[in-house]
């Protein structure tokens, strides 16, 4: 084999070996490494507001107060949401109570009727189900007290990195600036100012999102009758910022409200089509679309970077990769040896 091939395929065999080990960094570090990246990405989107604290005579730690302050009211309001919704269905439990055993009767007849299940197979089924549930019940409550014990310590540890990295931002820059050779470093301050102008992007392409699914949210359940379309619409799009449960909790109210109303399942089912539906479009279209655009990365790459954030960090590597992924593309448009990778991620 010659020289060059061999080279060669040393600098094949090292870049997938870099690929591999970064992979199992970013799955076996998600606990630490999901929670940091929302910090930065905060960070970088509130260091405009920081510094604009700054330069009206705010001391630093002010500056820095403020615009967390800022974050925490607006997730505080999305909490306050959460408990008029849970107060508004705890109001109509009466209601509820009394449709439960006709819906039951009206589920089963259903079943029977256009399904070909029978009672007694349901109720077979039904027990089976219990029976599974109680012998994993352990489990279940394990996983759910791990997911909420997380949750709190996000909760918690998020808005202590978004400070410090505030704090020290000048010296994480510094140590950025030290392992790039002093003919790079101008190229380097330039990625660095249009990424945090990037992520700005980022986030009115976000809020444009928002915008979109909650008046498609609206324009569904406005087609199937459901009361105070617009409300319920706004709210379950809001609510999709919380991975997971954000969308379900949120739907809760208006598929609640409209079986209370109608006294039928179509309209409730109805409701769990329009947000199935709309959240499809979100996540394979409308998001890649909008805010790959905001973001300048073309649609595929897009499509690719979410799908792959997934892959390894579920919604929030939906969220993450993204405005990452052009972070990438901006600082690889500034260094000639990297361009092929900005010319490919680009539009």
Request: glycine share 6%; hydrophobic share 55%.
């Amino acid at each position: 084999m010659s020289a060059a091939n061999s080279d060669k395929t040393n600098s094949y065999f090292k870049f997938e070996s870099s690929i591999v080990f970064t992979g199992l960094i970013l799955y076996f570090g998600k606990p630490f490494l999901i929670p940091l990246a929302y910090s930065f990405m905060t960070a970088i989107v509130l260091y405009p507001m920081c510094r604009f604290f700054e330069t009206k005579g705010f001391g630093k730690t002010i500056s820095i107060a403020i615009p967390i302050l800022i974050v925490c009211l607006l997730f505080g309001g999305l909490i306050t949401v959460l408990t008029y919704e849970t107060t508004l269905i705890s109001s109509k439990w009466a209601l509820l109570h009394q449709k439960i055993n006709p819906l039951m009767q009206q589920i089963q007849n259903l079943l029977e009727t256009e399904f070909g299940w029978s009672t007694e197979e349901q109720m077979i089924w039904v027990s089976d189900t219990l029976h599974s549930l109680n012998a994993n019940a352990g489990q279940i409550i394990q996983d759910t007290s791990k997911a909420t014990f997380e949750a709190l310590l996000n909760l918690f540890i998020i808005p202590v990195y978004i400070a410090l990295i505030l704090v020290y931002r000048k010296k994480l820059v510094n140590f950025l600036s030290q392992l790039f050779p002093d003919d790079k470093r101008d190229q380097l301050f330039a990625a660095l100012n249009d990424t945090i102008s990037m992520f700005s992007k980022f986030i009115r392409g976000m809020v444009m999102v928002y915008l979109t699914v909650g008046i498609l949210n609206t324009l569904g359940l406005w087609l199937i009758g459901v009361e105070n379309p617009l409300m319920f619409g706004m709210l379950t799009a809001i609510m999709t910022i919380i991975p997971y449960f954000g969308i379900v909790i949120s739907a809760v109210l208006p598929i609640t409200l409209s079986w209370i109303n109608t006294g039928s399942l179509w309209q409730p089912l109805g409701v769990v089509g329009v947000f199935s539906v709309v959240q499809y479009l979100e996540a394979n279209l409308i998001f890649p679309y909008i805010v790959g655009r905001f973001v300048n990365l073309n649609t595929l790459a897009a499509i690719i970077v979410i799908f792959i954030g997934a892959l390894f960090w579920g919604v929030s590597g939906m969220i993450l990769f993204l405005p990452f992924a052009a972070a990438f593309r901006l600082f690889a448009s500034h260094f000639p040896e990297m361009k092929h990778w900005s010319d490919l991620l680009g539009k």
